[in-house]
C-alpha cells in the first residue's frame, strides 16, 4: 500500500522472509541512485551498502536519508480518504422512517383524537374502544419492531485500486446506514480480502476518533476539525466470522437505528497487471526562456508529449489521463501579523518557495486489452498554493503529489468500470449495495520517465531558482533603501 523498508544487502534472510509475507510479488532489484530497490505495488524494498551507524563515515546515513526525502507522498489510503462517491442515498432507511411515522400517526389519530369525540358514549364503550386500539397498536408495534430488525440498510462504497510492480492491491471504504436495526453485518469476496470497521466516522467520511467533539456513532460532529486524524489500521483487529469460506471476509457492525458507520476493505492479485504506459518526450528549442518568468496561475511547457498506453485489465477503463507534476519557484511576500490585540504587526519576509503545479493529459476510454496513443505539444500546469489540484474525474481533493519539492513525477488516472477485486457479499450482508465507484492509479516511477524530460525540468528549476534569487535580491535591496 506505500510502505518503504531499508534494509542493509547483506541481511538475505530479512529479504526473503519480507518477500514470503507481503501479498504482491517482490520484483527484482532495480538500480537507482546508488540503492538496489524492490519495487512492490506501492511500495518498495531499498537495500543500501556500507555501514549505517559508523563514527567517522555518515555517506550511507545521507544516501538513506536523501533517498528517503524522495519517496512517494501520495499513499493509496490517503487517496481514498480524500475521495467519495457524492450525495448519500437512503432509500431503505427512508422507507421504514416513513412506516414508523405512519403507524405512530395512526396510533395518534385513534387514541388521542378519535377519543376525545366519543365523551357522549358510556364508560363500557370507551374502554372496549380504547382496548381495542391499544391491542392493535402493540401489534402493530411488535409487526414493526419486527420489520425493523429484519429490514437491510442502505450500503454504497468507493473503491481506489492501484495497480503496480507485482500485481493490484485495492483498498475500500464501505458506508452503510441502519434502517432500524442494530448489529448488523458486512461481508466482501475478494482474494485475501480483508474488512475492518473503522472506529467513529461521520456521513462525510471524516475520522473522529480524536475528536473531542464528536459524539457517538450516530454522525452527528461540529465544526472543530483541527484533531481529526487520517489514516487506517495496518493490521486486522477484527477475525472473519467467515473462517470456512476462502476469499470472504465478514464482521459485526454495532449501529445505532439510522446511524451512519463506515469500514475499509483490503484485497490483493498477483496475477493482474495494470495498464502499461510508455511515455515519450520531445523538447521544444525555445521551452526553456517561456519556463524562466511565468505569469499568471500557469506555466506552459512546450514540448512534444506522446503517451502510450495498453489496458491489462479484463474491464473497461474510462476518464483515463496522465497527470504531470512540478513546481514553479517564485518569491513570496507573506506579513506574519500579529501575535495578539495590541501587539505590534511583523514585517514582510519575502522568501523563496517552490509552487505546486500539474498539467493533465486526456487519454480518453480504454476498452478490455485495447492501447490508445495520445500526443500533445503543450502543457499547461496549474499552479496552486495546495497540491490538490487536477485529480479529475469528480475526485479534485485526491490529486496525486510529487514526491519532494522541486521534483517531476507522472500518474495515470482512470475509473474502472466495476471493482477489480472486492465485492459485497449480498447473502451475508444485512445492507443492500446501492452506489459504487472506483478508480484506477498507477503511478510512474522516476526510472520510467524520460530522460529529456527530467533533464529540461532540472534546467528549468535551475533557471526559475536563479531567476527567484535576482528577485529576491533586488526586493531585499529595495526594502532595505525604504526610510
Given at each position: 500500500?506505500?510502505g518503504?523498508?531499508?534494509?542493509?544487502?547483506?541481511?538475505?534472510e530479512?529479504?526473503?522472509?519480507?518477500?514470503?509475507?507481503?501479498?504482491?510479488?517482490?520484483?527484482?532489484?532495480?538500480?537507482?541512485?546508488?540503492?538496489?530497490?524492490?519495487?512492490?505495488?506501492?511500495?518498495?524494498?531499498?537495500?543500501?551498502?556500507?555501514?549505517?551507524?559508523?563514527?567517522?563515515?555518515?555517506?550511507?546515513?545521507?544516501i538513506?536519508?536523501?533517498?528517503?526525502g524522495?519517496?512517494?507522498?501520495?499513499?493509496?489510503?490517503?487517496?481514498?480518504?480524500?475521495?467519495s462517491?457524492?450525495?448519500?442515498?437512503?432509500?431503505?432507511?427512508?422507507?421504514?422512517?416513513?412506516?414508523?411515522?405512519?403507524?405512530?400517526?395512526?396510533?395518534m389519530?385513534?387514541?388521542?383524537?378519535?377519543?376525545?369525540?366519543?365523551?357522549?358514549?358510556?364508560?363500557?364503550?370507551?374502554?372496549?374502544?380504547?382496548?381495542s386500539?391499544?391491542?392493535?397498536?402493540?401489534?402493530?408495534a411488535?409487526?414493526?419492531?419486527?420489520?425493523?430488525?429484519?429490514?437491510?440498510?442502505d450500503?454504497?462504497?468507493?473503491?481506489?485500486?492501484?495497480?503496480?510492480?507485482?500485481?493490484?492491491?485495492?483498498v475500500?471504504?464501505?458506508?452503510?446506514?441502519?434502517?432500524?436495526?442494530?448489529?448488523?453485518?458486512?461481508?466482501?469476496?475478494g482474494?485475501?480480502?480483508?474488512?475492518?470497521?473503522?472506529?467513529?466516522?461521520?456521513q462525510?467520511g471524516?475520522?473522529?476518533?480524536?475528536?473531542?467533539?464528536?459524539y457517538?456513532?450516530?454522525?452527528?460532529?461540529?465544526?472543530?476539525?483541527?484533531?481529526?486524524?487520517t489514516?487506517?489500521?495496518?493490521?486486522?483487529?477484527?477475525?472473519?466470522?467467515?473462517?470456512?469460506?476462502p476469499?470472504a471476509?465478514?464482521?459485526?457492525?454495532?449501529?445505532?437505528p439510522?446511524g451512519?458507520?463506515?469500514?475499509?476493505?483490503t484485497?490483493?492479485d498477483?496475477?493482474?497487471?495494470?495498464?502499461?504506459?510508455?511515455?515519450?518526450?520531445?523538447?521544444?528549442?525555445?521551452?526553456?526562456e517561456?519556463?524562466?518568468?511565468p505569469?499568471g496561475s500557469?506555466?506552459?511547457?512546450r514540448?512534444?508529449?506522446?503517451?502510450?498506453?495498453?489496458?491489462?485489465?479484463?474491464?473497461?477503463?474510462?476518464?483515463?489521463?496522465?497527470?504531470?507534476?512540478?513546481?514553479?519557484?517564485?518569491?513570496?511576500?507573506?506579513?506574519?501579523?500579529?501575535?495578539?490585540?495590541?501587539?505590534?504587526?511583523l514585517?514582510?519576509?519575502?522568501t523563496?518557495?517552490?509552487?505546486?503545479?500539474?498539467?493533465?493529459?486526456?487519454i480518453?476510454?480504454?476498452?478490455?486489452?485495447?492501447?490508445k496513443?495520445?500526443s500533445?505539444?503543450?502543457?499547461e500546469?496549474?499552479?496552486s498554493?495546495t497540491?490538490?489540484?487536477?485529480?479529475g474525474?469528480?475526485?479534485?481533493?485526491?490529486?496525486?503529489?510529487?514526491a519532494?519539492?522541486?521534483?517531476?513525477?507522472a500518474?495515470f488516472?482512470?475509473?474502472?468500470?466495476k471493482s477489480p477485486?472486492?465485492?459485497?457479499?449480498?447473502?451475508?450482508?444485512?445492507?443492500?449495495?446501492?452506489n459504487?465507484?472506483?478508480?484506477?492509479?498507477?503511478?510512474?516511477?522516476?526510472?520510467?520517465?524520460?530522460?529529456?524530460?527530467i533533464?529540461?525540468?532540472?534546467?528549468?528549476?535551475?533557471?526559475?531558482l536563479?531567476?527567484?534569487e535576482?528577485?529576491?535580491?533586488?526586493?531585499?535591496?529595495?526594502?532595505?533603501?525604504?526610510?
Amino acid at each position: 500500500l506505500g510502505g518503504t523498508v531499508f534494509l542493509h544487502d547483506s541481511s538475505k534472510e530479512v529479504l526473503d522472509r519480507l518477500k514470503k509475507a507481503a501479498p504482491l510479488t517482490v520484483q527484482p532489484p532495480v538500480r537507482w541512485e546508488e540503492l538496489s530497490v524492490h519495487r512492490c505495488g506501492g511500495g518498495s524494498i531499498r537495500e543500501y551498502s556500507g555501514k549505517l551507524f559508523s563514527a567517522d563515515d555518515r555517506t550511507t546515513i545521507e544516501i538513506v536519508l536523501a533517498a528517503v526525502g524522495k519517496l512517494s507522498r501520495t499513499n493509496i489510503l490517503w487517496v481514498l480518504d480524500e475521495t467519495s462517491i457524492g450525495s448519500w442515498s437512503s432509500s431503505n432507511a427512508d422507507k421504514t422512517r416513513l412506516m414508523v411515522i405512519v403507524v405512530f400517526a395512526i396510533y395518534m389519530l385513534f387514541s388521542g383524537v378519535i377519543t376525545l369525540l366519543l365523551f357522549r358514549m358510556n364508560r363500557r364503550r370507551v374502554a372496549i374502544y380504547t382496548s381495542s386500539v391499544v391491542l392493535i397498536a402493540c401489534i402493530a408495534a411488535a409487526v414493526l419492531g419486527g420489520v425493523l430488525r429484519t429490514s437491510r440498510g442502505d450500503l454504497q462504497w468507493h473503491s481506489v485500486t492501484q495497480s503496480g510492480p507485482g500485481g493490484v492491491s485495492q483498498v475500500a471504504e464501505i458506508d452503510v446506514q441502519s434502517a432500524g436495526g442494530r448489529n448488523t453485518g458486512i461481508a466482501v469476496q475478494g482474494k485475501r480480502a480483508d474488512l475492518q470497521l473503522l472506529e467513529s466516522t461521520d456521513q462525510s467520511g471524516r475520522h473522529h476518533q480524536y475528536d473531542p467533539y464528536y459524539y457517538g456513532y450516530n454522525g452527528y460532529n461540529s465544526s472543530y476539525e483541527s484533531s481529526i486524524a487520517t489514516g487506517y489500521a495496518a493490521f486486522t483487529t477484527q477475525s472473519n466470522l467467515l473462517p470456512d469460506s476462502p476469499d470472504a471476509f465478514r464482521i459485526r457492525v454495532p449501529i445505532t437505528p439510522w446511524g451512519f458507520r463506515k469500514s475499509t476493505a483490503t484485497a490483493y492479485d498477483t496475477n493482474l497487471r495494470g495498464p502499461e504506459v510508455k511515455l515519450s518526450y520531445k523538447p521544444d528549442n525555445n521551452a526553456a526562456e517561456q519556463m524562466i518568468y511565468p505569469t499568471g496561475s500557469s506555466v506552459i511547457a512546450r514540448g512534444k508529449w506522446t503517451v502510450e498506453v495498453s489496458n491489462q485489465l479484463p474491464f473497461d477503463l474510462t476518464d483515463c489521463r496522465l497527470v504531470l507534476m512540478t513546481c514553479r519557484a517564485e518569491v513570496s511576500v507573506d506579513s506574519p501579523g500579529n501575535f495578539g490585540f495590541g501587539s505590534p504587526a511583523l514585517a514582510a519576509t519575502p522568501t523563496i518557495r517552490l509552487v505546486p503545479g500539474n498539467a493533465n493529459v486526456a487519454i480518453e476510454n480504454l476498452p478490455v486489452y485495447a492501447s490508445k496513443t495520445s500526443s500533445v505539444e503543450t502543457v499547461e500546469f496549474q499552479v496552486s498554493q495546495t497540491t490538490n489540484q487536477g485529480f479529475g474525474m469528480n475526485v479534485a481533493n485526491a490529486c496525486p503529489r510529487a514526491a519532494y519539492n522541486g521534483s517531476t513525477g507522472a500518474w495515470f488516472l482512470g475509473r474502472a468500470s466495476k471493482s477489480p477485486l472486492l465485492s459485497i457479499d449480498d447473502k451475508e450482508s444485512d445492507f443492500e449495495p446501492l452506489n459504487e465507484v472506483h478508480y484506477i492509479i498507477q503511478e510512474i516511477y522516476p526510472e520510467q520517465l524520460p530522460e529529456e524530460w527530467i533533464e529540461q525540468h532540472q534546467m528549468w528549476m535551475d533557471l526559475q531558482l536563479k531567476g527567484a534569487e535576482e528577485q529576491l535580491s533586488q526586493l531585499k535591496q529595495s526594502v532595505n533603501s525604504t526610510p
